[in-house]
T-cell receptor, first 107, second 113 residues
Framework: GIQVEQSPPDLILQEGANSTLRCNFS?????LQWFHQNPWGQLINLFY???GTKQNGRLSATTVATERYSLLYISSSQTTDSGVYFC?????????FGKGTRLHILP | DSGVTQTPKHLITATGQRVTLRCSPR?????VYWYQQSLDQGLQFLIH???????AKGNILERFSAQQFPDLHSELNLSSLELGDSALYFC????????????FGSGTRLTVV
């Protein structure tokens, strides 16, 4: 089945810094999404992005489907950005998650 | 509020028992996906239903079963519970299958003691 790998596994940054999170997938996918799991465990939709680039405030994402990767950019980090960021790929009626990037923003 | 409703939010039960987790998808969504999130395993896909029919199965144990009812709500049944079944159980819903975005409920935290 499809493999989804995320890097880095952990990231510690000072408030105000920028970061790039990467998601690689092993095969073509129908869909790719980014989620943020907050400290209370809620999974929040960030982007539905099977290809191309999208922006939402300080966050943006780019998926290059032909090269099988997606990037999530977080600019001017805030402490509320802390948590785990997951990418998830859809293929064959299954949604496969990467293991996530744990982001900790220091005040 | 994501529009996907999961009940109960918390559940504590003893080993060997059986529980039922419930998920109501967003209005208009036909697909329901179930996931298990434990500390050491990440988010594991369990099963996907579309309009009442099973579409895909992941790493779902034989002790676990699910179904989607005509009103599109879904139930995940966990039986002969073991300590290792303690986890967050999420459901997600979408309009259709793989090519559509999906939204998660807030999860059910199951503790087996």
């Amino acid at each position: 089945g499809i493999q989804v790998e995320q890097s880095p596994p952990d990231l510690i940054l000072q408030e105000g810094a920028n970061s790039t999170l990467r998601c690689n997938f092993s095969d073509s996918v129908n869909n790719l999404q980014w989620f943020h799991q907050n400290p209370w465990g809620q999974l929040i939709n960030l982007f539905y992005i099977p290809s191309g680039t999208k922006q939402n405030g300080r966050l943006s994402a780019t998926t290059v489907a032909t090269e099988r990767y997606s990037l999530l950019y977080i600019s001017s980090s805030q402490t509320t950005d802390s948590g785990v960021y997951f990418c998830a790929a859809n293929r064959d009626d299954k949604i496969i998650f990467g293991k996530g990037t744990r982001l900790h923003i220091l005040p | 509020d994501s529009g996907v409703t999961q009940t109960p939010k918390h559940l504590i039960t003893a080993t060997g028992q059986r529980v039922t987790l419930r998920c109501s998808p967003r209005s208009g969504d036909l697909s329901v996906y179930w996931y298990q999130q434990s500390l050491d395993q990440g988010l594991q896909f369990l099963i996907h239903y579309y309009n009442g029919e099973e579409r895909a199965k992941g790493n779902i144990l034989e002790r676990f079963s699910a179904q989607q009812f005509p009103d599109l709500h879904s139930e995940l049944n966990l039986s002969s519970l073991e300590l290792g079944d303690s986890a967050l159980y999420f459901c997600a819903s979408s309009v259709g299958g793989s090519s559509y975005g999906y939204t998660f409920g807030s999860g059910t935290r199951l503790t087996v003691v």
